[in-house]
């Protein structure tokens, strides 16, 4: 079982930048693509971006190309997502997931290709 919990979200103004953060357990954690999701109110979730076990692959929904930046400390067991230029159309609950172990060097955009996910954290952009 691997726990997931985010941190980092809040309240900021347009043109803003916020940093989230997401706290694996387990030892497997350099094995996993992991993933940031986003649930905007009244919406569907949907893949933010993504990377791979090592960190050698990334992937990123077009509209956040350019703001956002993910990465990963495999020592640490923490994936971030770094959040620059924000906008109203930003605001939502945002959700860590991780996929299953040893799941190669892919970077899914599907949900269901992630396994644990966490309790998620709400960014809310103002303008």
């Known amino acids: 079982q691997v726990q997931l919990v985010e941190s980092g979200g809040g309240l900021v103004q347009a043109g803003g930048s916020l940093r989230l953060s997401c706290a694996a357990s387990?030892?497997?954690?350099?094995?996993?693509?992991m993933a940031w999701f986003r649930q905007p109110p009244g919406k569907e979730r949907e893949f933010v971006a993504g990377?791979?076990?090592?960190?050698?692959?990334?992937s990123y929904v077009d509209s956040v190309k350019g703001r956002f930046t993910i990465s990963r400390d495999n020592a640490k067991n923490i994936v971030y997502v770094q959040m620059n230029s924000l906008t109203p159309e930003d605001t939502a609950t945002y959700y860590c997931?991780?996929?299953?172990?040893?799941?190669?060097?892919?970077?899914?955009?599907?949900?269901?290709?992630?396994?644990?996910w966490g309790q998620g954290t709400q960014v809310t952009v103002s303008s």
């Open positions: 997931a991780a996929a299953r172990a040893y799941s190669a060097g892919n970077v899914p955009r599907r949900s269901d290709d992630y396994v644990y």
């Open positions: 387990g030892r497997t954690f350099s094995t996993r693509t």
């Open positions: 990377i791979s076990g090592s960190g050698g692959s990334t």
